[in-house]
């Protein structure tokens, strides 16, 4: 069965400077989908990166990038000049593409607080 | 609509009712799914709706449980006779497609009390 492991529960960061959540994950499949999103108070998650196993560039989206290590299993969020704004849970997300039901196994969040 | 719509907000139920929790996802998603967070813990599977398929329901706690989706649309999440472990945030998303990644609603807040 596939595991997602987010080993930081809680991070801090300073505005304006960089943070790096880490991700990994276990699966013997070769294809497959790797989300992260954030969840602020709000309760909504909001989608913020995604990255297709099969595709080696990493993902970036504006602040927020990824290194996306497929043979250590490894999927880790850049977020480059942090705002305030981003201050939330921050969710990695395995999807497999074999099942047809393109469900969500989640990590258990890294809560990222970003000080003024 | 232009997000996908969950109501109430929050719901305070006592112990043994049951409730039913609602969904309307965003037009033209074929694909939607019912999410359950607990207090610190992650997003656990519940259930999936896709277009006229029978929906995947091995989430799906116990048999108190039960979910539907009429006109491929609306979805309603109803949990018989409630217990105080079913507190938590029920999150609603859908999807155009797989992979794609989903669009959450905000989820009900459950308290059992």
């Known amino acids: 069965a596939q595991t997602v492991t987010q080993s930081q529960p809680e991070m801090s960061v300073q505005e304006a400077e960089t943070v790096t959540l880490s991700c990994t994950y276990d699966t013997s499949e070769n294809n497959y989908y790797l989300f992260w999103y954030k969840q602020p108070p709000s309760r909504q998650m909001i989608l913020v990166i995604r990255q297709e196993a099969y595709k080696q560039q990493n993902a970036t989206e504006n602040r927020f990038s990824v290194n996306f290590q497929k043979a250590a299993k490894s999927f880790s969020l850049k977020i480059s000049d942090s705002q305030l704004g981003d201050t939330a849970m921050y969710f990695c997300a395995f999807m497999s593409s074999l099942s047809g039901t393109y469900k969500y196994i989640f990590g258990t969040g890294t809560r990222l607080k970003v000080l003024a | 609509g232009a997000g996908v719509s969950q109501s109430p907000s929050n719901k305070v139920t006592e112990k043994g009712k049951d409730v039913e929790l609602r969904c309307d996802p965003i037009s033209g998603h074929t694909a939607l799914y019912w999410y359950r967070q607990s207090l610190g813990q992650g997003l656990e599977f519940l259930i999936y709706f896709q277009g006229n398929s029978a929906p995947d329901k091995s989430g799906l706690p116990s048999d108190r449980f039960s979910a539907e989706r009429t006109g491929g649309s609306v979805s309603t999440l109803t949990i018989q006779r409630t217990q105080q472990e079913d507190s938590a945030v029920y999150l609603c998303?859908?999807?155009?497609?797989?992979?794609?990644?989903?669009?959450f609603g905000s989820g009900t807040r459950l308290t059992v009390v």
């Open positions: 998303a859908s999807s155009l497609e797989g992979g794609s990644g989903y669009t």
